[in-house]
Each structure stands twice: as C-alpha cells, then as structure tokens.
C-alpha cells in the first residue's frame, strides 16, 4: 500500500502538509502566529501566568506616577504599576498586586521613592473582606502628594507674567482710597504697599532664585542614577554592619573584660610590683646622674677594643711587631738596614704582645727584630 492510498484511507484531516492548500496552511500559521504573540504580550493579564491580582483605582492626578513603578506594602515591593491613563476629571491607575492582601477598605497613596521625584503606589491593606478585582476603588480613598518642583515652576511662571508696576499702582491706589479710614486699616494698606514695593524691587532676585532652582532640579534629574546608586550603596554597607554587629559586640565585651582582668591583676600584685618598679627608678635616677661618665667611657672603650681585633684578629694567637729588640752588637756586620730596625711588613699594625699559651705561634726571626 501506498502512502497516497493511506492518507485516502485516513481522511481528508489526516492529510500531509504537502498536499494541503499552500495557501490554506499559510494563512492558518500567521493566524496562529497572530495569536501566540498576542498571549505572549498581554502574559501578565492571564490568570495563571501574570502571577497577580489586577485591580483599578482613581485618583484625582497623577502626580508624576508611571507605568512599571512599584506597588508597596509596608515598604515591601509586591507588585507594579500596569496602567496611568485620564478618566474625564480623574486619573485611572491599574496595578497588580501578587502574594499581598488587599481588603475592601484599603487606602492607596502615591508615595515619594527618592529625593529626585521617582514615586510608588502604596497600598494600606484595611477592611474586613478581600477588594473585589472587578470594583473600582474609589478616589476618596486615594492620596495624591503636593509635587514642590511642579509647584516651584508655576510660580516662577506666574511671578514673570506679573506687571510689578502696575500692581504697585494698584496697591497705591487703595492705600490713597483709604487714606481716611481708622488707622488700623490704613497701616494694613500701607504694609501691603510697602510688600508690593518690596516685591517689585526684588523681582530680579526672586527670578534669579526660581531659575537657580530650576537648574537645581534638573542637574539632580541628571544624576539620579548615581545618586541611586549612592544610596544603594549605602544600603548595602548598614546592611553588612547590621551582620556584623553581633561580632563587634562580642569584641567589645572581651575588650572590656580583658580591661577588668587586667585591672584586678594589677590591683592583686600591687604589693609585688610596687617594690620591684621603685628599685626601677634607682636603677634609672643613677643611670642618668651618670650620663656624662658613661657617654665618656663608651668613647674611650672604641678605640681600645679596635686595638685588640687588629692583635687577634689573625688567629688564635698574639700578632704584634717588636723593633729592635736584638740589640745592634749582635747582628752581623752590613746587615741592613744601617739603623737596626726593620721596617713592619704591608698592612700590619705595629703592636706589643706575647705569644698565647694556648696555640704555639710561627715564629718570625728578623735581623732587628722578632715577629711572633
């Protein structure tokens, strides 16, 4: 039986490939195609795979929150932002929440994560049932944070829209309507006249100030990854104190017993030691009252003991030159030299010795002299 003849035998669903439609089976692949890329990007949204609850909350803005920033709970990290979208007057934030409880009274607030402006949702888990993922939780349990730089930038703005003369002329202008009103209201005009005259002459400096905060803020938004860093850093390093603090600790309790050891040492051979330091201190008192003597002796001893090296320095014996110890009569005649002392050989210093007892030495017989 052919291969042809099983696949009739089989059916029509049985068919190989390459019988089929190439058309048919290209259009069912980019179908299917289609599909796994769709599951595979929206993966966090399936029950079984995303790994989390999925709720929805409004607020009343944004406050700098973004998607992918995380969700807290008592400073644990247990979920992340998904969505920030606007919902007509109010903000619509999704997250996901995974291995945390999230109860129907819950409170959520969008909370500052460093100095430099990054934020995260954190969640207040408080109620008596579980928050159904299906409610939406309602802006009155929600907190937006007041952002002092977007804060700072408006008012630099609507400082430099100002027209500080014509306000000047404004506030003079009330202060001369007024001019006939009981003294207390009169001196309220003329503060604020005189804090718009303030105002005006250091519009400049109020300027100068919003400008150098701007800046301010945009060169720490530059360095956010290293102060990141910095405080990671930092983090790592309380952390490898807090675990060696148990070793420091048990150092510093046998410091501080070796240090009560000692002390009851002391204490214990006070009687022992307190003679012996005394006599110390003679030793010491006649060392010093005899300085100059000893400093004298030291001096003197040098050139001494040189001496002595350069007599046995050659070898068990006594090496030294004796001139003219033949007298002059018992030498035969024109033996030089004509004075009858023979000059010491290269290198040798002349010294007076005696042989030593111990070692016979090697004789040395001159005409003037003896060597020994």
Known sequence: MTI????RRRGPLFRPLRERNPVVVGVVGLVVLLLVGLLAYNADALPFVGGGTHYTADFTEAAGLTSGDEVRVAGVTVGKVTGVALDGAKVRVDF??????VGNASRL???????LGAKYLAVDPLGTAAQN???TIPSSRTTSPYDVAVALNGLGQTLGQLDEKQLAQSFQALSDTFRNT???VRTALTGLSSLSQTISSRDAELSQLLQGTSALTGTLADQNSRLQTLLSDGNLLLG???????????LLVGTTALGTQLTGLVQDNQA???PTLTALNKVVSVLQANLGQLNQVLALAGPYYRLVTNTLGNGPWFDAYLCGLVPRGYLPPGTPPATGCMPPKAGATPTTSTASPSTPSTPSTTQSGSRR
């Open 4 to 7: 042809r003849q099983m696949s």
């Open 96 to 101: 996901q929440v995974s291995g945390a409880w």
């Open 109 to 115: 607030s969008i909370a500052i994560k460093t100095l």
């Open 133 to 135: 993922p299906a409610d």
């Open 182 to 184: 009981p003294a207390s």
């Open 240 to 250: 490898e104190i807090q675990q060696r603090r148990d070793a420091i600790h048990q």
């Open 272 to 274: 022992q030691l307190a």
